[in-house]
């Protein structure tokens, strides 16, 4: 086993969703069978780690414009080689945002999902198709902090209410995920239903 830590800590997650279910098995076997799945040398698939920021109230969660996928999305970004993927939300969600006091709400895995990335163009050269094993982070931020977005990667930042989200993302595929965050939050924090 080539990430014990890794492993264990997604083999301990407890999904409460069939996809998460499916994608936790699918994550530990190719774990299990593949090699570097820690870096981008693995054209097929790679560890990423996203991070769903949330008010003290759960009422509100921060959201990205995302110039790449040209949507309102979540913060994360490529493990590159750090097995620690809170660690990796955390970095990515604070360059994203402009943010500096990011909080874990709980320190594991809140979500895990396998996330299909169609073909494109990045920094001038084409990227493959390709899946991305994605651990989700739940994290607390102050919505009154100044917020800064990354220039060249987030063109906005801003934070939203969980009834507006759905309707802000222009990926088909992403909405089920977010749908999942929002109730998965909800369910944690009950009063934080608007």
Not at 19 to 27: I, S
Not at 114 to 122: A, C, E, N, R, T
Request: contains cysteine.
């Amino acid at each position: 086993m080539r990430y014990p830590q890794l492993y264990a800590k997604i083999a301990a997650f407890l999904p409460t969703f069939d996809q998460e279910r499916a994608d936790r098995a699918r994550m530990l076997e190719q774990m299990r069978l593949r090699g570097d799945l820690l870096t981008r040398g693995d054209p097929v698939m790679h560890f990423t780690a996203s991070s769903w920021i949330v008010t003290p109230d759960r009422r509100r969660a921060l959201l990205v414009w995302h110039e790449l996928y040209r949507s309102w999305s979540w913060t994360g970004g490529h493990a590159d080689g750090e097995e620690d993927l809170l660690a990796v939300a955390m970095r990515e969600a604070a360059e994203e945002t402009g943010l500096d006091a990011l909080v874990p709400v709980q320190p594991e895995i809140f979500s895990l999902e396998i996330l299909g990335v169609s073909g494109h163009m990045k920094r001038g050269a084409y990227v493959s198709s390709h899946l991305h094993l994605n651990a989700t982070y739940l994290l607390e931020a102050d919505p009154a902090a100044s917020l800064c977005p990354a220039p060249g990667e987030t063109k906005d930042v801003a934070w939203f209410g969980m009834d507006e989200i759905l309707s802000l993302s222009s990926e088909p595929h992403m909405l089920p995920i977010y749908r999942k965050l929002i109730e998965k939050t909800r369910a944690l924090f009950p009063r934080s239903g608007e």
